[in-house]
């Protein structure tokens, strides 16, 4: 016998492992009776087999592994003894779940106990059954189930019919086979039967149609007498809580009746005289009575109108609102969010008060408050909550400032009438919590300061006073600093005053110093210093007589260990020292951002100038603003990552970056020469953003410039050479805004280059015998769809006969293939099967074609099954 | 009911009850299981440990609700989904309290901890798939008595056969 296995009790373990002072010392113990029960496993020792599996249980809590127990479940089960059975079966419901394998070896020892003698192993078989099981075992063990829902004993038939909620959640097909005796089981007086019936017929509606239909027709009368029933019983002690008579019970009635009565009239109908008289009979001063209340209120408010009855459930919230206990306010909050979509008249009259509870101690109330109000929002009532929402923030709890921010921000966005109280609220919404602004948030803010060109001037200088007293938050600070290197003259001229404003003195000099605080404190992050710089470079050429003071900020970080700010400083500083004749050019001001853009990127859709065809693009005039607004829009996104320059060489870099600026690239690509290209190419990196119109006239004067200057041509090559680093730093917009447009015009390129198709052809999958390739073509005015010619090649030295191509599509594509053009390949490339295939992408210009494939084919009368995945098709298809 | 939870004031775990798998990728390996169920549990306790007292007794958790209740040293947690009805549960913890304080005599943490496997029949006479069987106390403990006592008389029973063997081994 092993000297270990009779081992130590349950008891003296527990005490053990409890009188360890640390974790080591824990872990030592659990060891070494983890170690006493293998050997005993490994032993096959039966004795004390219940009493190790109780203690892995308690391991098994701890945190520790303990797979090793499982097979000693199933043996303890499979014994014949209650004892056994009862610890195995709580060892597997512990131990296991419905996720391992080794569960299916239960199954056949589950259906012997569900059909033993003894009830008690029955109930302990249908416990186990209605926690764990799986799908199979549901399938499998079903008729046992259902034949023990007529059992003689109650207790068994509750079990069975929770057993059977699981059974149908796992498998819903079995609902029909349950219909039937669920609803018998509704008409019994056991009030556990009634329960878990209950409970079973409600689980039955949500998977079944047809059951939901029944219980209507047959139901629906005695369950509302069973209510009745209920709510007007004498004391009963054995069920009594608080006063009432099994509030459970209770609660599952009125949930049951709340799947009959919604979306039927005449059920509805049936039960209202019931819900009115538990509306206003419960007891409210205790939960029991609330928590029917609760159910009640949700019933009222699911099932078809009956106005009466609804301001009566509403009066019930209003007074759950104004309790003093947090658990009942919070459920009338959860409660009032339902409500409003069927009376929102009736919940703007508790605004007040639920404008209160956000700002309640308690997180949970202040969340469901918040998300309440968010809702109660209307064009009436926007000015004072805002108000009142962004004083809050002011004393908010710093973990709630994410949420209440967010909130109050979409609040703005969605509801802004003039642009100047958006304004307005957003910086103060920075000044609060700046840190808590999301990034798109402050971006939308620029597009929007950008297109109010009368509030330049009231913007920039109430910003710059938000900056001085609130430095801190990051996102004002971006802001800010963007604004001034924008519209610094209109903060020092008093330009564009509006009536509401105090006058301010700001000099020059002033300026500067806003921004060289910023670039200096060490808490705000890359991006707002590297705005920093551009907004220096800015403002430089705007305040000559800064300029040299400026020059010296910006040559501080020449020697910064951070690439982009090195890259910027140096890069400024030589512009400001030897190109004084392009540099006003460089920094003019932005053009209006454009908001449809700006916004369609935010619905997470590119622009429709990429997805538009060709043609589209080509046909917009020079000189308007939209597809400048793409770049630009773009280099506003500072934050997203380094993406390396795609094209090793520096002629193709040129070309691609031709894309960048799309009207006078596409219009003009054959006559503009590498040269000037290169100008262009400048300008764009430095973000001049002169509408295209513009920038093409003064390309030329530039060039000639350029032509005189070997320097500058010397900047340029260094601008255009091959690293990804110049076109990532040189320019405020960072390298990835440009690389995302690169994808983006893509099939511009293309076209611009060789004039082939409108999107290049693509080797689709290659293997060793075989090349796919495809070939795209768009009929105009049909974004949506796209044809796609495949072409098979064998590079094998063997002919391949019933040749078959298959290809699946995810369900936001449609696939049409018509038929191929031969189902046999020639061997070596001499000849090829071209097959035709048309796609409908229904989410065009939100997500890209992917599709996968098989083919198969015969070599020599052998099968061969070639199977793979398209994940590279080019954008915009 | 997706899990029912009962945590000491210091953090130990002291049973726990899943009625849904806990992960939606069907892993099979028990220690990776282990693992993300330790961090389920973690995670919820700092977050109910955290709460001071007179606030609700709900905490929103990923897309569901826990609703917990302390007694004495012991947080009991439920978590249900979000349209169930958070009051009922609170009932049902007290419910579960009162039936182990009737079994065990005043009941302690202590109990629960040595007697964990008994802690765990009641529940299990109490709920099924995360669902309430039974609503009155005076069945439940009538259920455990009489299974209780099967276990009894199959200890004496076996007692006697082995004494028997032992008698007549000598």
Known sequence: MNPFSSGTRLRDMIRAIRACKTAAEERGVVRKECAAIRAAVSENDQEYRHRNLAKLMFIHMLGYPTHFGQMECLKLIASAGFPEKRIGYLGLMLLLDERQEVLMLVTNSLKQDLNHTNQYIVGLALCALGNICSAEMARDLAPEVERLLQFRDPNIRKKAALCSVRIIKKVPDLAENFTNPAASLLKEKHHGVLITGLQLCTDLCKASEEALEYFRKKCTEGVVKVLKDIANSPYAPEYDISGIPDPFLHIRLLRFLRILGQGDADASDCMNDILAQVATKTESNKNAGNAILYECVETIMSIEDNSGLRVLAINILGRFLSNRDNNIRYVALNMLMKAITVDTQAVQRHRVTILECVKDSDASIRKRALELVFLLVNDSNVKPLTKELIEYLEVSDQEFKGDLTAKICSIVEKFSTDKIWYIDQMLKVLSEAGNFVKDEVWHGLIVVISNASNLHGYTVRSLCKAVQTSGEQESLVRVAVWCIGEYAEMLVNNTGMLDVEEPITVTESDAVDVIEIAIKRHTLDLTTRAMCLSALLKLSSRFPACSQRIKDIIIQYKGSLVLELQQRSIEFNSIIEKHQNIRSLLVERMPVLDEATYNGRRAGSLPATTSASNGAALNLPNGVAKPAAVPLVDLLDLSSDVVPAPSPSGGDFLQDLLGVDLSPASSQSGTIQAQKNGTDVLLDLLSIGTPPAQSTSSTSDILSSIQDNKTSSGMLERLSSPSGLSAQASSPAGGSPIMDLLDGFAPNLATQEDNGPAYPSLVAFESSSLKLMFNFSKSPGNPQATTIQATFTNKSTNIFTDFIFQAAVPKFLQLHLDPASSNTLPASGNGSITQDLRVTNSQHGKKSLVMRIRISYKVNSKDVLEEGQINNFPRGL | ?170
């Open chain 2, 1 to 170: 009911i997706h899990f029912v939870l009962l945590i000491s004031r210091q953090g130990k775990v002291r049973l726990t009850k899943w009625y849904s798998p806990y992960t939606q990728k069907e892993r099979t390996k028990i220690m990776v299981m282990n693992a993300q169920l330790a961090q389920v549990i973690r995670e919820l306790s700092g977050l109910i440990l955290a709460r001071g007292p007179k606030l609700c007794n709900f905490v929103e958790w990923r897309d569901l609700k826990v609703v917990y209740r302390r007694y004495a040293s012991l947080y009991f947690c439920m978590c249900i989904s979000q349209d169930d009805n958070e009051l009922e549960i609170l009932e049902v913890i007290h419910y579960y309290v009162e039936i182990l304080d009737r079994y065990f005599g005043s009941v302690c943490e202590l109990d629960l901890i040595f007697n964990f496997h008994k802690a765990y029949y009641i529940l299990d006479e109490l709920l099924i798939a995360g669902e309430l069987q039974e609503s009155s106390k005076k069945t439940v403990a009538r259920l455990i008595a009489a299974q209780d006592s099967l276990i009894e008389t199959a200890k004496e029973q076996s007692g006697s056969i082995s004494n028997m063997i032992v008698q007549a081994t000598k």
